[in-house]
């Protein structure tokens, strides 16, 4: 191919490059694409174009002028090409930028939307939860309204059995007066008629008889006191009986009328006392006389018995084959408010008591003296001790106070030892391990926690309850904890300390009387015994967990429980103001003594099981020989 032919072929080639850059160019906004091929066609196409003259080839370079401004019109319509592409990238550049803010301005208010329904639900939940707040408080007033409303029942029900009871021995009383009377009358008779013989054969004793006329005139005015007294008592009796609503209302005044009953009845008695004595006097002067009716003088045995009444303290038994009763032998008094927990020492010779006094007592038995220990809740208004334990050695007690703390002090020395901080709420119970070496304690923050005495220090806490931790017990081999739980958790946890594993056991399914206010290991760790607030005690095996047997007697929630020391007795206070002891192997009730006015909080047996202690709430610790 010639060098000319050549020059020809590139020309057309870069024409077609030429069309194409200008496409090109339209597409890419790029003038250079369009330029450069272009460039190249036109000077290949003067390459293949002859040398030419001006003056002899003027159609040539007209030629030429026409191409290059035809060139220039491709470029021009290339560039209005172009900046007709470019204003319309630009309006689609502006249609993009209102799509994007019509999205953005609906996603926005779809957000919004959805933000306020949100809102929106939280309120209805908080309204929810409101009212389920709402509810449970509802539920907790009914349930102390109906706690309330039965403490009043329980009231009215025991001071209409009193009156019940002080009428039938005011009836006594009338038929014994009614006796005396028309033994009188006899005996006034008889006595007139003897006399009268006496007058006859005996003048030596007119001076007697004088004297036997004067007991007889003062015989009569007290009678007629006595009848008088009377009068005023049934009158009481019929006003007292007219205002048994009032009690409701004003129980202590009620109580201190009802004292004053007792005091009308114990001047009666003394009254009768007298009589006895005036029958006693007259027989020692008839009896020479050897008379047929000297019987009419004597008051009969029975009525002698019904005048003790009120000496003796009220007892009763439901077995006929009892070896003891539970009678009465001391009381120490020294604390100024209820006493809620009292426990002995392991020798036997102290005893200590927790009032909600914010004091600890320590108690020589043998003498009745007492030290007292000071420290709960000097910082704050509230410090009652709701527990003390004895160590196993006797030298340390500790104490549960409503001040959140655990306190240790030296018997010995009466000085406080250590304060273990870390419950939220008050200390219900507390309990040394069978080593003395661990303290367990629950409290109304729902927790049972650990301390080590060696440390000082917390060692273990868990929170398995739902409502306070009123009380925990270590079994006698120290390998178990069981805690109990209030009202609205009704259950038993039995800890395994050496596995780390917990059971519970549901005690009641009544959400108002479910909580469970004591328990107590047997002395050979396989019976655990709960005493409850749905008035019963129950045994249970603490290797299955299964209910072995329940007691009913009380009349109100059960406060505390414990074993004697062989471990066939079981002991029970209430607040039904008393104290009842079980056979453990028949679950029959043995004894029961009403030993205070006033809840019964506590009781402990001696180690040798020789005395059981009550601690109530009338300030005082009651004493009951064991044997």
Request: net charge negative.
């Amino acid at each position: 191919m010639s060098k000319r032919k050549w020059l020809e072929t590139s020309e057309y080639i870069c024409l077609g490059l030429s069309v194409l850059g200008t496409i090109a160019a339209a597409v890419t906004q790029q003038v250079v694409y369009a330029a450069i091929p272009l460039s190249l066609s036109m000077a290949l196409n003067l390459a293949n174009r002859p040398r030419f003259n001006y003056s002899s080839s003027p159609q040539q370079i007209e030629q030429l002028q026409t191409n290059c401004q035809n060139i220039k019109d491709n470029f021009y319509q290339i560039q209005e090409t172009i900046d007709t592409s470019n204003q319309r990238l630009q309006q689609i550049e502006s249609w993009r930028q209102q799509l994007s803010q019509i999205i953005d301005q609906r996603i926005e208010i779809s957000l919004q939307k959805i933000s306020t329904e949100i809102n929106q639900f939280n309120q209805q939940f908080q309204g929810i939860n409101n009212r389920l707040t709402e509810l449970d408080n509802s539920l907790q007033n009914l349930n102390q309204t109906i706690q309330q409303h039965g403490e009043e029942l329980n009231n009215v029900q025991g001071l209409k059995s009193e009156f019940s009871q002080f009428d039938q021995k005011i009836e006594v009383i009338n038929s014994r007066f009614e006796q005396i009377e028309i033994s009188f009358k006899d005996w006034n008779e008889t006595s007139q008629q003897q006399l009268a013989e006496l007058r006859q054969n005996q003048e030596n004793k007119n001076l007697e008889f004088a004297q036997i006329s004067q007991q007889i005139e003062v015989f009569n005015s007290r009678f007629t006191q006595i009848e008088t007294s009377l009068q005023q008592f049934n009158q009481t009796l019929k006003e007292n009986s007219q205002e048994i609503e009032k009690v409701k209302q004003n129980q202590d005044a009620e109580n201190s009328k009802f004292n004053n009953l007792f005091d009308s009845i114990n001047q009666l008695l003394q009254a009768l006392d007298v009589l006895t004595e005036l029958d006693t006097s007259f027989n020692a002067l008839l009896k020479p006389l050897e008379t047929e009716n000297q019987s009419n003088f004597q008051i009969s045995p029975n009525y002698q018995e019904n005048l003790e009444f009120n000496q003796a303290l009220p007892t009763t038994s439901l077995s006929d084959d009892n070896l003891e009763k539970l009678v009465f032998v001391g009381t120490l008094k020294s604390h100024q408010d209820k006493v809620l927990s009292v426990a002995f020492s392991p020798n036997g010779q102290i005893l200590a008591s927790g009032s909600d006094d914010k004091t600890i007592k320590i108690w020589d038995l043998a003498t009745q003296q007492h030290r007292t220990f000071k420290g709960h809740g000097e910082s704050s208004w509230s410090g009652g001790i709701n527990s003390v334990a004895f160590s196993p050695d006797g030298k340390i007690l500790a104490s549960g106070s409503d001040d959140k703390t655990i306190k240790l002090w030296n018997i010995e020395t009466g000085k406080e030892i250590i304060t273990f901080t870390g419950h939220e709420e008050k200390v219900y119970s507390v309990v040394f391990s069978p080593f003395g070496k661990v303290i367990a304690s629950g409290s109304k923050d729902k927790t049972v926690k650990l301390w080590s005495l060696e440390t000082e220090k917390e060692i273990y806490s868990f929170k398995a309850h739902t409502d306070d931790v009123l009380c925990v017990a270590f079994s006698p081999d120290g390998k178990i904890l069981a805690s109990s739980g209030g009202g609205n958790d009704r259950t038993i946890k039995i800890l395994q300390l050496a596995e780390n594993t917990l059971r519970s056991i549901t005690v009641s399914s009544d959400w108002f009387t479910g909580g469970i206010n004591a328990l107590a290991f047997s002395p050979d760790g396989k019976i655990l015994a709960s005493g409850n607030q749905d008035k019963t005690i129950k045994l249970w095996n603490v290797e299955t967990a299964e209910e072995i047997s329940i007691f009913t007697g009380h009349s109100d929630h059960v406060c505390a429980v414990a074993f004697s020391p062989n471990g066939k007795i079981l002991a029970s206070a209430s607040k039904d103001k008393t104290v009842k002891l079980w056979f453990i192997d028949s679950g029959a009730e043995i004894s029961s003594v009403k030993c205070a006015d006033d809840t019964v909080y506590s009781v402990a047996f001696s180690p040798d099981g020789k005395i059981l202690a009550a601690g109530s709430g009338d300030k005082a610790i009651t004493l009951f020989p064991c044997k």
